[in-house]
T-cell receptor
């Protein structure tokens, strides 16, 4: 069974710092990996999606990498801002998900960027 | 275009009471999902639907029932609520041609006392 782990569970950094969030998964047979942002009281917003054949994706100050063979992904946030404070969730779409196309989520990293 | 909406946003139930959570999407998506999110855990799939009139069990279906009578609506029912069902419930939808794109609703925070 696919398992997704995110470390650390919480992270606090001063504004302007570059930071890396980590995600690991146990089964490398995936279609893709996504990074989501979750704000308190709101739903999830997809930030970046990396297909299994890709190594990285970039959007603005965000860069996500994927090493499928080692079961790891990182989300790099450059020049962090207080507005980046949120919970960041990693999710994979396993090949084994069948017709459900069920995403398997990590438990998230709660990021606080201090002004 | 409202996207995915959920009703209600908050609810407190007593053990044994029943309720229905409503999810609605206006994007004409075929696939719809119900997840629950508990502290320290990722989202877990309760039930899903691949089209109008069809539903299937996810990872944690016990204690819940669902119905998809209309394409745009997906209902999640709790027949006899238990404290273990205290959670935040999220609905999501996907277009059949791009199943990796899941659009999430804002969530329903349910407390069962």
């Amino acid at each position: 069974k696919q398992e997704v782990t995110q470390i650390p569970a919480a992270l606090s950094v001063p504004e302007g710092e570059n930071l890396v969030l980590n995600c690991s998964f146990t089964d490398s047979a995936i279609y893709n990996l996504q990074w989501f942002r979750q704000d308190p009281g709101k739903g999830l917003t997809s930030l970046l999606l990396i297909q299994s054949s890709q190594r990285e994706q970039t959007s603005g100050r965000l860069n996500a990498s994927l090493d499928k063979s080692s079961g790891r992904s990182t989300l790099y946030i450059a020049a962090s801002q207080p507005g980046d404070s949120a919970t960041y969730l990693c999710a994979v779409l396993p090949v084994s998900s069948g017709s459900a196309r069920q995403l398997t989520f990590g438990s998230g990293t709660q990021l606080t960027v201090l002004p | 275009n409202a996207g995915v909406t959920q009703t209600p946003k908050f609810r407190v139930l007593k053990t044994g009471q029943s309720m229905t959570l409503l999810c609605a999407q206006d994007m004409n998506h075929e696939y719809m999902y119900w997840y629950r999110q508990d502290p320290g855990m990722g989202l877990r799939l309760i039930h899903y639907s691949v089209g109008e009139g069809t539903t299937a069990k996810g990872e944690v279906p016990d204690g819940y029932n669902v119905s998809r009578l209309k394409k745009q609506n997906f209902l999640l029912g709790l027949e006899s609520a238990a404290p273990s069902q205290t959670s935040v419930y999220f609905c999501a939808s996907s277009p059949r041609t791009r199943l990796y794109e899941q659009y999430f609703g804002p969530g329903t925070r349910l407390t069962v006392t």
